[in-house]
Structures are given as C-alpha cells and as structure tokens.
C-alpha cells in the first residue's frame, strides 16, 4: 500500500518579509523553499533597486534549486535582467501600464500574477493577462489592522467569475486552507506564517 505525504504548504504562497525574520533572512528562506509552496512572491518594497536585484538573485537560485516558483514584486527590468520569468504586479500598477506595455508584459513572462481587491480588479487583471489572482483581504490581519475581512464568501464569488488561479491573502493560515480549497481558490498567501515558521 502506498502511503501519500500530505503536504500542508503545496497550496501556499509565500510573501516574503525580512523585517519578521528572526536571524538570516536567506536561511529562513532556505527553510521555507524546502517546504515545496506553491510559489514565492518576493516584495521587499522597501530596497533599492540595486538591493532587490542582489536579494532577488540569491532567492532566485534557492528556489530554481527546489523547483519553487518566484514571481518579483514589480520590478519588471530586474526581472528581465536576471531572467526570471514570474512577476507580480499591483492593480494600481497594472493600470498606469499603457496596451503596449500590457502586451510586452505577456510577451516577455511565462506567469503574470496580480492582486486585486474587488470583482472590478479582478476583471482588468485577466484583461491584463493575468495568469493568477491573489485576492484580499480574506479575514482580517495584523498587515492591516482595522481593515475587516471580506470573507470567504467574496472569494468564492470571484473563484466563480474567473477561470484562472486564485490565491486568497489576508489572514491566511495553514489551519484554514481547508475553508480556502472549499471555495474553489487555488489556495492562500501566507507572510508571518512563513517568516516566522521556527520547524524545519
């Protein structure tokens, strides 16, 4: 009989954060690539460009080394730069973007990753092409304190309306994927449930 090792991360994405990290932000990143998520957003929005492009390269190569996907955050030359074929962009963002540069954005990037916050959002992201969602915020969290949740009946709603990925952020949990999964989302985006994951 075969036994089959669940995976608790394999539908998780990880949004990076070094301020949470207590010690080596590339160790922890080390520890958490050898988990298999989804996939790595990596955001640091704070660094320069020369900062982000010498962090991006170091997390480029532990990822590729797991075959974990790693979409950067916005910085569309780097990620050309270093060859990377994953970017995330934000709807405001996405918006500024002239039809040109929409089409150079699909031309030049395998995955296409863009977060929304309304059904509206959703529509002009898969316009866009998009090739995946990351919707918020799900429940409310620390990121945003105040800001309620919009629920998982929101998510399952926009799930409905779009036939590409869908990854819910915004309080995420390994402990409510299961919720997550029910609604028809591809699965979640977690931060501090990464950054500050102490197993190995």
Known sequence: MTISM??????????????LVQG????????????????VILRERDLSDEEYEA?????????AREKVSCFLHSRI????????????????????M???????????FAQVSISCHSMEDMELAVQAGASQIILGTIFETD???????????????????????VY???????EKMPQILGTGAAGGCMMSGFMQLKEK
């Open 143 to 165: 990121c945003k304190k105040g800001l309620p949740g919009r629920g998982l009946e929101f998510l399952e709603n926009v799930c409905k309306e779009v036939d590409i990925p």
């Open 98 to 108: 002239s039809e040109t540069e929409r089409e150079e954005l699909r031309r030049n």
């Open 168 to 174: 819910a952020i915004g309080g995420i949990t390994a």
């Open 77 to 96: 030359s780097i990620a050309r730069r270093l060859g990377c074929t994953d970017i995330h962009l934000s709807i405001p963002y996405v918006q500024s």
């Open 24 to 39: 080596s932000f590339l160790e922890q990143m080390e520890k958490v690539v050898c988990l298999h998520p989804q996939g």
């Open 55 to 63: 962090l991006a390269e170091k997390v480029l190569g532990i990822c």
């Open 6 to 19: 669940y995976n608790p991360y394999e539908h998780a994405i990880v949004i990076t954060n070094r301020t």
